[in-house]
């Protein structure tokens, strides 16, 4: 019957209860199992010693675990651009030797995620004045060529600019054709930080639109215009600031431009200033918004509130 199993029940309790206070006697148990009875100071010599049998205790040897040393958190691959540019500013601002601190940090993570470009066009349509593409150097952050071919405009060529292009017929009798090289090239630039020089042609002739925060135009940088010595509204050529700021001849004699060149120029360009040029792209940054997780104050439940709840919608739920 019930009433049977719960005397037996409780003459079982009874046993082991009685069998657990004779146990706690000798010290093969420690008291601090029993309800109610354990304190924090008792937890805590629990962890410093150990009962024997014998009723004595010794020290436990648990090994204590290190600390972990806490260091700044360096950014990953896929780190976006203005992340890029906060790291930037904060590695500048611990001082002590910032600057050199930043350009190690900056080469020896990320040299992959920049690229610099330079396009050669030839005239098409009406006159020769349409501008298509018909070479495209890209090359990464040490100089090194990524990609160097011809391209093959879509329309017929009315005029080679070879003077500029340094491009002639015989250059594009086995050149790729333009859909072709394009999807090839915004390949290479997918998620990367591109530098150039009047970088919006060299974009137009690919038909194509770099997000801003991910572009580095040398003709734009303030930088290198002050060490150029030019006014910073002033329009600046390339071969101009690679003659001041890098003591260097490039776009010499009749035979064009030479896009690899320009592209390796461009990247040297910036190099020379990107500290620099990342600190005040930081500094111009619009401010970060509160993260939710930090913010007390962005509190889910506030959403229930009816000041949130659209006018349209409150009105067809009366």
């Known amino acids: ?27 093969l148990l420690s008291p601090r199992g029993r309800p109610g009875s354990r304190s924090p100071e008792a937890g805590l010599d629990a962890h410093a010693t150990l009962t024997k049998a014998d009723g004595t205790t010794a020290p436990r040897c648990d090994k204590v675990p290190k600390p972990k040393q806490v260091t700044s958190s360096p950014l990953s691959p896929s780190a976006s651009p203005d992340s890029i540019a906060r790291h930037h500013s904060v590695l500048l ?27 050669e066009m030839v005239g098409t349509g009406p006159q020769g004045r349409l501008s298509e593409l018909a070479r495209c150097s890209v090359v990464n952050y040490e100089g090194d060529v990524v990609y160097d071919k011809y391209v093959l405009p879509e329309l017929p060529i009315v005029d080679y600019r070879t003077r500029w292009s340094g491009i002639t017929k015989q250059h594009l009798k086995n050149a790729i054709p333009f859909k072709a090289a394009q999807a090839e090239i915004l390949k290479i630039l997918k998620d990367k930080i591109v530098v150039g020089h009047a970088i919006h042609h060299d974009f137009q ?27 910073v509204r002033a329009n600046v050529s390339l071969k101009n600031l690679a003659r001041h700021v890098l003591h260097k001849k490039i776009q010499v004699g009749c ?12 990247m040297e360009l910036y190099r020379l200033v ?4 990342e600190k005040e792209l930081a500094q111009s940054l619009p401010p970060r918004p509160p993260s939710p997780v930090t913010d007390p104050a962005a509190d889910s439940s506030q959403y229930l509130d009816d000041q949130y709840w659209p006018t349209d919608l409150m009105a067809s739920s009366l």
Not at 274 to 277: I, Y
Request: net charge positive; proline share 4%.
């Open 1 to 27: 019957s019930p009433q049977g199993r719960s005397k037996k029940k409780s003459r079982k309790h009874q046993r082991f209860m009685a069998r657990r206070a004779v146990l706690e006697q000798k010290g």
């Open 93 to 119: 601002s611990r001082g002590n030797g910032g600057s050199q601190r930043v350009r190690t940090s900056s080469l020896g993570l990320r040299p992959s995620r920049y690229v610099a470009i330079d396009c």
């Open 205 to 231: 002739a690919l038909k194509y639109f770099h997000p801003k925060d991910r572009t580095r135009d040398t003709s734009q940088s303030c930088v290198l215009k002050k060490r150029a010595g030019v006014p």
């Open 255 to 266: 035979k064009g431009h030479s896009s690899v060149e320009d592209a390796q120029t461009a």
């Open 274 to 277: 990107e500290v620099q040029w």
